[in-house]
């Protein structure tokens, strides 16, 4: 090849040549390596579960992550195998963690678009046993009444969290720790009613028991046919008389006095038998149970025992008058110690000291009587006997052989008869 043709071949060529040397020179020195180059890392942590936290079949694995330019990708990896990948923003996965049991390893590997990767780990404790769960009590097709214990026996590789009883279907009652028993209401429900224990473990993992009962809401019928005497004071032997019936059966029927069971028959006749000369006020009522636990009872009766019966009392006397003083109207008891009310009267004929009757207080030229009540204390079983009711009345003629008192200012009162009348415990 001559020079001539080498050099016109050749000259496009520098021309090339210059045009690149001329851009490159434009372009600021490193500035296409650098964009080239990105070694910076994503930045990536933990959100959740927490570390060792005890998680079910499924848990929600959460991280914050965040890069110099962008995250564009992360995976999650569940005991070194690639259960799933996210490339945008939430970073979170849910992945099954079934047939698990024990420590297991999560791993997040999260990468940027150089291609930069951040790995962190955490571990959790799967659970995927069921936690163990048996009923303790009501028996199978038991009789219960409108109120029974219901307890269920549980357990659990980790730990039972809750347990909720269900009543036909309905949740009554939520128990968070032993012991795992609920007495539920079940009034108004009759025949058989199902009863369901749901219990749940940390993990989430559950397991149900069931049992049938038979309820039994209706409380019995009870009546006391025969009680006693309300009037005046009983003494020895005093019978009460009950009937009482149950739609289903009766356990037992009881009497009850001044708060005491005195009798508790498991079959008719229902009675009880007291000694009235022991009591003072008898209140006395009849409940009835049934087999299921259902109970009724009686509105209480009342009876004035013999220790109630006020003592003897001596007539009413006189102490001897004094012009212008009180004078005392006594009545003296023989009995015994307890607090009793008396009544003190006075009957005579009223006149006025003056030519005129004083209506004005209340009395005329007729006959009438005077009234004061007084209460004084008797002691059971104390010897000391002697008690004195006081009636103050003025003595307007102390030389009298059948004295006249001034009860009200002038108006004289010449008492013809007294009494000395015992009214009521006080």
């Known amino acids: 090849m001559n020079h001539h043709l080498r050099g016109r071949l050749l000259a496009p060529l520098s021309v090339a040549a210059a045009a690149t040397a001329a851009l490159t020179a434009l372009v600021p020195a490193g500035a296409a390596s650098a964009a080239a180059k990105d070694t910076t890392k994503p930045k ?13 079949s499924k848990v929600t694995t959460t991280i914050s992550a965040s890069d110099n330019k962008k995250v564009t990708k992360a995976q999650l990896y569940v005991a070194g195998k690639l259960a799933g990948t996210r490339t945008a923003a939430p ?17 997040w590997r999260v990468y940027d678009a150089a291609g930069n990767k951040t790995v962190v780990t955490r571990t959790v404790v799967a659970d995927n046993t069921k936690p163990k769960a048996s009923f303790s009590a009501p028996a199978v097709n038991a009789l219960v009444g409108s109120k029974t214990a219901t307890t269920v026996a549980v357990s659990d590789n980790t730990k039972v969290v809750k347990a909720q009883l269900y009543v036909a279907g309905t949740l009554v009652g939520t128990r968070t720790a032993a012991p795992w028993s609920l007495t539920p209401n079940l009034a ?8 369901e224990w749901r219990v749940y473990d940390a993990a989430g993992n559950s397991a149900a028991v069931t049992r049938t009962v038979i309820v039994d809401s209706t409380a019995p019928t009870v009546s006391i046919t025969g009680g006693l005497d309300s009037d005046g004071y009983l003494s020895g032997p005093q019978t009460i008389t009950v009937d009482a019936s149950d739609d289903r059966a009766l356990k037992y029927v009881e009497i009850i006095v001044n708060g005491q069971v005195v009798a508790r028959d498991t079959t008719a006749p229902y009675t009880a038998t007291i000694d009235a000369s022991k009591y003072g006020k008898i ?15 009686t509105a209480d009766g009342t009876a004035n025992g013999e220790l109630l019966a006020p003592p003897p009392v001596d007539a009413p006397a006189f102490s001897a008058p004094t012009a212008g003083e009180p004078t005392l109207v006594s009545c003296t008891t023989n ?5 009793v009310k ?22 005329n030229n007729g006959s009438a009587t005077y009234t004061q009540t007084a209460t004084t204390a008797w002691k059971v079983g104390s010897s000391y ?11 307007a003629d102390p030389g009298s052989t059948s ?14 008869s007294t009494t000395c009348q015992p009214l009521a415990d006080f």
């Open 91 to 107: 970073w979170s996965l849910t992945p099954s963690l079934a047939g698990k049991n024990g420590t297991v390893k999560l791993e």
């Open 188 to 195: 108004g429900k009759n025949g058989s009613v199902p009863l």
């Open 44 to 56: 990536a942590s933990f959100t959740a579960p927490a570390v060792n936290a005890i998680v079910g």
């Open 342 to 363: 008396y009544e003190i009267t006075l009957t005579g004929g009223a006149y006025s000291m003056g030519s005129a009757p004083r209506k004005d207080y209340g009395w």
């Open 335 to 339: 009995g015994e110690w307890r607090t």
């Open 385 to 395: 006997q002697p008690k004195v009711l006081l009636l103050p009345v003025m003595v």
């Open 283 to 297: 209140i006395y009522s009849a409940r009835a149970t049934d087999t299921a636990g259902n109970i009724r009872t």
């Open 403 to 416: 004295p006249e008192h001034s009860v009200y200012g002038g108006v004289q009162f010449a008492i013809d």
